[in-house]
């Protein structure tokens, strides 16, 4: 038979008890938290794997963040890129989406068509080449019209390449781009998946895999003009348009050079012509008149 329970009376600790516990504590640190005594060794072992977790993190972070810069800079905001390189804005060509060149650029930027579906060249309007300057996108298809003007003081020669700068589950490979150049028109399309050397029957064969065609425009004269329109669909007679490219896409730039001898890159980018540093502002949009 159990008694009552008694009152535990807590014994006041000695002096050599002390002692023995501060001498423990010097050999041995502990960390009370919660009310939870934990060993010295596991909380440095915490503290460490914390740290290195935190190292992991941030670089993950800034690998995202890398490749999320690439990925602005590749696309320049938008699917359809044109561009000028430093000789060339140095010598004076400049870029205008309308001809009167009320706006003037050295970099345009067309947006992408959304919620596209294979068409085909015959659905295309027949007028888009001369309908509507700047983007003009239709169902189903990229349209961009734009002019380029040597607003320099010498003739020049300018060589133009519309690339492929990225692409999605092989949607180039049932891609057409029709370029129309001074209101001569030409189509251009991959070569055959299983003989890359054939072209399609309805199209110009692209350069190679990743440029689709290239121009020369020689005796570009002072306050001459180039119009271009540009044009991007899938065509659905391809052989390739299948369910696998479905969501697929494909982004371009059409990059427009002067050949200039006497320019020279430095390595921080700027161009030194006759001794004199052509300044890149890296205004990629209006130039103030």
Request: hydrophobic share 40%; net charge negative; glycine share 6%.
């Amino acid at each position: 038979m159990f008694g009552k329970n008694k009152t535990k009376i807590e014994q006041p600790i000695t002096p050599e008890e002390l002692s023995k516990l501060n001498d423990k504590m010097t050999a041995n640190p502990t960390i009370r938290k919660y009310h939870v005594r934990t060993d010295s060794a596991q909380i440095m072992a915490l503290k460490k794997r914390r740290k290195i977790l935190s190292i992991i993190l941030s670089i993950a972070l800034i690998i995202l963040l890398i490749l999320f810069l690439v990925s602005l800079l590749v696309t320049k905001w938008g699917d359809l890129v044109i561009e000028i390189d430093r000789p060339a804005v140095a010598k004076g060509i400049v870029l205008s989406e309308t001809e009167d060149f009320a706006k003037k650029h050295v970099s345009l930027s067309a947006k992408q068509a959304l919620d596209v579906t294979n068409i085909t060249y015959k659905w295309l309007p027949v007028d888009l080449d001369t309908s509507q300057d700047g983007e003009h996108n239709g169902e189903n298809y990229v349209a961009y019209t734009f002019y380029v003007r040597n607003e320099g003081v010498e003739e020049l020669k300018y060589n133009a390449a519309l690339d492929i700068t990225g692409v999605a589950k092989s949607a180039d490979e049932a891609c057409r781009v029709m370029v129309f150049k001074n209101g001569k028109q030409a189509i251009y399309a991959k070569g055959q998946y299983k003989n890359r050397e054939q072209a399609e029957t309805d199209a110009t064969k692209f350069v190679s895999d990743t440029v689709v065609m290239k121009t020369t425009t020689e005796g570009f004269k002072p306050q001459d003009v180039d119009k271009y329109t540009i044009v991007i669909w899938i065509e659905g007679n391809d052989p390739e348009c299948i369910d696998d490219i479905r969501d697929g896409f494909v982004r371009m730039r059409m990059l427009f050079e002067v050949d200039d001898e006497g320019a020279t890159q430095s390595p921080f980018g700027d161009y030194y012509n006759d001794g004199e540093i052509v300044e890149d502002t890296n205004d990629y949009n209006a130039i103030p008149e």
